[in-house]
Structure formats: structure tokens, C-alpha cells
């Protein structure tokens, strides 16, 4: 009987395949007879600690949104430091940069997989759901700092990134967007919100 460590190093080295083949090959080609070839063991191994490939699939995208929950403590410690437009333009290209777009994909092809993670998630897109959840929690510490205008809408200014910040990355076969085009489209979305508030409608510098 294998242990609870030898199950979840299984479980994990069957993800990791899961996400290389993912962003290789992209959801159509995410079958159980690729990720088992990836990670190189036999073909029986991902059912035998899965009922079946939704089960699994619903298994690696609860996984990858734990990781950017675990990961939001980290950018909320950025608060303060640095730049708000550097600190989210890292954030949104940590994110999108690895596997988030490929899952957004994944999950909307296939109804079976939408209807397990329903059960634990019942409202909005895994993995941009807790990305905006994190851009929104760092920006109450930067709005607290006084680093963003006192009546920033932390709450509408994330999902505002996270939607452009995927329009950017959505063509997976194409270049990916520059350091610098994701910077200006981050400077866009939070720069009126500036501790001044320069720039929105109605506000007025501070004295």
C-alpha cells in the first residue's frame, strides 16, 4: 500500500507532466496517454490514483490555484516597495506567463471538468478568480500605504487587470506581449488611481 508521500510525489509528478504538456500542445492535446508519457511511468498509474481524466484534470487546476494562493502573501509583502505598476506587471506575468491561459482554455472545452470544479469553485474562472483575489488584496496595502488614491476601487481594478492582461497573452501560438507593452497596459489601468489621482474624472490633486 503506498504511503501518503509516495501518493502525492505521484500526484505531483503527474501535474507537473500535465502543465508542460499543456503549454506544449495546449488542451487538445492534454490526453491521459500524453501526461502519463510525459512523466514517464505506465499508463494505468494516473488511474489508479484518479477515478478518471476529469477527476485528474479537476486535480491539476485546484492545484495550480492553490499555488497562486500561497503565492499572494508574497506580492502583498511587495506593498510599498518598489513601483505599483512594476510589482503588478510581475505579478500578471508570473501568472500568465506560465500555464493560467492554457488552463482558461482547458476548463472551458470541456463541461465535465467545469461541472467537478463547480462543486468547490461555483463562481468564476479558476486560477484568474485567485489571481484577482491576490492583485486585489495588494492593492488595499498599497491604497493603505497611501500609494493609491484613498477611494480606489481595489475590487474593480483587479478583475480590470486580470481582463487585459489575458487579452495580451491570449494568443498562445503568437510572441508573447513584451515587458514593456504589459507595463504601459498596467500603467493605464492604475495610474489614475495615483495617490494624486491625476487623471480621473472629478478628482482633484491633493493639497
Not at 489601468?189 to 480621473?200: L, N
Request: glycine share 12%.
Amino acid at each position: 500500500m503506498p504511503t501518503g508521500v509516495a501518493i502525492r510525489e505521484v500526484r505531483r509528478q503527474l501535474f507537473d507532466a500535465a502543465e508542460r504538456v499543456l503549454l506544449r500542445a495546449g488542451p487538445s492535446g492534454l490526453t491521459s496517454r500524453a501526461v502519463t508519457a510525459e512523466a514517464g511511468c505506465a499508463k494505468g498509474v494516473l488511474h489508479r490514483h484518479f477515478t478518471d481524466f476529469d477527476d485528474f484534470l479537476a486535480g491539476l487546476v485546484e492545484d495550480r490555484a492553490a499555488g497562486i494562493e500561497a503565492r499572494a502573501s508574497a506580492l502583498r509583502d511587495r506593498a510599498g516597495t518598489g513601483t505599483v505598476a512594476g510589482n503588478l506587471t510581475g505579478a500578471l506575468t508570473d501568472l500568465f506567463g506560465t500555464v493560467a491561459v492554457a488552463v482558461v482554455g482547458l476548463v472551458a472545452g470541456r463541461d465535465g471538468l467545469r461541472a467537478r470544479l463547480r462543486r468547490t469553485r461555483p463562481t468564476g474562472v479558476p486560477l484568474l478568480a485567485e489571481a484577482a483575489a491576490a492583485l486585489a488584496d495588494y492593492l488595499a496595502a498599497e491604497r493603505d500605504l497611501g500609494r493609491l488614491a484613498p477611494d480606489a476601487d481595489v475590487d474593480a481594478l483587479a478583475p480590470a487587470l486580470i481582463g487585459a492582461g489575458h487579452l495580451l497573452y491570449a494568443d498562445r501560438t503568437g510572441p508573447a506581449p513584451t515587458p514593456e507593452a504589459l507595463g504601459r497596459t498596467v500603467a493605464a489601468v492604475v495610474a489614475p488611481w495615483g495617490p494624486a489621482g491625476a487623471g480621473r474624472p472629478g478628482a482633484r490633486p491633493q493639497e
